[in-house]
T-cell receptor, first 114, second 115 residues
Framework: AQSVAQPEDQVNVAEGNPLTVKCTYS??????LFWYVQYPNRGLQFLLK??????LVKGSYGFEAEFNKSQTSFHLKKPSALVSDSALYFC????????????FGTGTKLQVIP | EAGVAQSPRYKIIEKRQSVAFWCNPI?????LYWYQQILGQGPKLLIQ????????DSQLPKDRFSAERLKGVDSTLKIQPAKLEDSAVYLC?????????????FGQGTRLTVV
């Protein structure tokens, strides 16, 4: 069975500082990995994905994520946090190919402090 | 392109009543998902359609939940009878062909409160 772990319920960071939101995964096979963001009373919005290739993927709003196969991690990063980045962030995993089930983590609330 | 449309946005019902949610995916998206998101948790897949066929409904409580996607476009999710623990946001999502089921576009969700 595949699973995703987001070990931090909440991450606090000062505006302008770098941020990291952690994600580890477990899947039998090659993973497709995703990050989504959810603002209050809104649906989830796609940020970025890793399927294959370069381990560092860049996405929307200046976010990037690094795939580390040996550590089975896919941490979300941003060099300089904005107050508007405050939201709920979800990591997700699926097996590549076909129409596979997508498993989401429990989410990490990011609070950027002015 | 227009996004995934869901209605209603909010619904309050008493336990043991029935309720239905509607979803219209993005045009051309063959895969449609219904997720349940309980407060403080990540979305949990209830059912996945490929066109009008069911791909995965392993986590759908079939004794009370049902879903259909007639003609491979719109979809409805029904709960009958509702329980208190069904209080959650129900999210509909759709994906383009060939994206491996992940890069999904989500609707704003329907917030269900069962009292």
């Amino acid at each position: 069975a595949q699973s995703v772990a987001q070990p931090e319920d909440q991450v606090n960071v000062a505006e302008g500082n770098p941020l990291t939101v952690k994600c580890t995964y477990s899947v039998s096979g090659n993973p497709y990995l995703f990050w989504y963001v959810q603002y209050p009373n809104r649906g989830l919005q796609f940020l970025l994905k890793y399927i294959t290739g370069d381990n560092l993927v860049k996405g929307s709003y200046g976010f990037e994520a690094e795939f580390n196969k040996s550590q089975t991690s896919f941490h979300l990063k941003k060099p300089s946090a904005l107050v508007s980045d405050s939201a709920l962030y979800f990591c997700a995993v699926t097996l590549g190919g076909g129409y596979q089930k997508v498993t989401f983590g429990t989410g990490t609330k990011l609070q950027v402090i002015p | 392109e227009a996004g995934v449309a869901q209605s209603p946005r909010y619904k309050i019902i008493e336990k043991r009543q029935s309720v239905a949610f509607w979803c219209n995916p993005i045009s051309g998206h063959a895969t449609l998902y219904w997720y349940q998101q309980i407060l403080g948790q990540g979305p949990k897949l209830l059912i996945q359609f490929q066109n009008n066929g069911v791909v995965d409904d392993s986590q759908l409580p079939k004794d009370r939940f049902s879903a259909e996607r007639l003609k491979g476009v719109d979809s409805t999710l029904k709960i009958q009878p509702a329980k208190l623990e069904d209080s959650a946001v129900y999210l509909c999502a759709s994906t383009r062909p060939g994206t491996g089921g992940g890069e999904a576009f989500f609707g704003q969700g329907t917030r269900l409160t069962v009292v």
